[in-house]
């Protein structure tokens, strides 16, 4: 699968906003300033389709991206983002486990962690509860750019290993959007999830 054409569609602030078009998606999900935004530009070969910040928990909608006039990405909202109240946390919750839970065209969650740290408790918890749920996913580690080529093995080596003591074996993809690395390995795999 070649990404020849994208466009952004719209953003909506939960499932019932969602296209009803029927057409397939996937989607982007992990802690706020992971590289979301950033791996859908490096994706689409477009510098700003996806806005990126410095700032996290700018987003607060599902973002949809149409990709070929035949598919969705989705960027998901940020989870993990210390500054929101707690009620607006029990929002952004329930909003998105029912997206996960109902979206019935989406055919893949990927899981974007970022390669330079230990998974939070929020990724093996957000992980494990798709995993519990029979959620197709996936793993990304971004900015691999950041490590040395040791530690990027022990990056990858140290995301396997956890997923196997939850008993969980699926797909990692390493990254960066920066240098495009693992770029074209991602855009394949989307393309067999289709
Ligand atoms: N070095 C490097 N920086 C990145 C990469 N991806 C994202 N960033 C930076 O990380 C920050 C957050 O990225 P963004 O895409 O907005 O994250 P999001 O909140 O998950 O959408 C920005 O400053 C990006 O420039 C990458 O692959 N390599
Ligand atoms: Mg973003």
Redesign the pocket.
Known sequence: MEIKQANFVKSAPSLEHCPTDGLPEVCFA??????????INALTNRKKL?K???T?G??RELNYYLINDTFYIV?LP?YGFAKVSKAEKKIWGEHMQAYLLKRETLNMVFV?IDARHEPSALDKDFVFWLAEHGIAFSCVL?????LSKNQQQSSVARLKRILRGMNIEVPITA????TRDGIPELTTLIGEFL
């Open positions: 992990g802690r706020s300033n992971v590289g979301k935004s950033s791996l996806a990126t910040s410095n996290p700018k987003t960027d940020g974007i971004s900015k691999m750019d950041k990254i960066s959007s920066e």
